[in-house]
């Protein structure tokens, strides 16, 4: 059995849909939420040369660096009416589609949940929190009903909380 996550597993002959929500949190109050999201990372590895003699020049070691993480995504959607969209409006900053990079005042935590069908009682899937994103890209920008939606973005998180399991009284959103 191909292990999905730690204490979850699936039998290798199963074809199955795994149904995941991806939320935008301020102080724990869902603000929105994200079509696709995908996370990258990244970082340096140094190589420490040999300075002198016969092997000068050579690779003695590599060190590798700090992980750089980036959230990448489709359809960033704020609801009408939250923290944000409401503060900016006191700034006299919205008139009009949010958003531009330099409207984000407040940074804000995404959630992203996933339920697996073959678990146990207690453990119905897992959750990762971004805490604390920056935008450091946004593309078009538009605005439909009561929805401030960004069609392409990158988020920047300042921490990762990757081990949260939901258990059977939380449902995704």
Not at 37 to 54: F, I, K, N, Q
Not at 70 to 84: A, I, K, Q, S
């Amino acid at each position: 059995m191909p292990l999905v996550a730690p204490g979850l597993s699936l039998p290798a002959t199963n074809k199955v849909i795994v149904p995941s929500s991806t939320t935008i949190l301020i102080d724990g109050s869902i603000i929105g939420f994200i079509q696709e999201l995908s996370e990258d990372s990244g970082r340096t590895v140094d190589r420490v040369r040999e300075l002198s003699g016969s092997r000068a020049g050579k690779v003695v070691e590599q060190v590798p660096g700090v992980e750089n993480v980036t959230l990448r995504g489709t359809r960033f959607c704020l609801y009408e009416g939250n923290p944000v969209t409401e503060f900016l409006k006191e700034q006299g900053e919205v008139d009009g589609p949010i958003f531009a990079i330099t409207q984000q005042y407040i940074p804000f935590d995404v959630r992203v949940e996933e339920r697996h069908p073959n678990s146990s009682a207690d453990k119905k899937g897992f959750y990762v929190v971004f805490g604390e994103c920056w935008f450091t890209r946004a593309a078009h920008s538009l605005r439909i009903g009561d929805l401030h939606i960004i069609d392409s973005f990158d988020l920047q998180p300042k921490e990762i909380a990757r081990t949260g399991w939901l258990t059977s009284n939380v449902t995704a959103v």
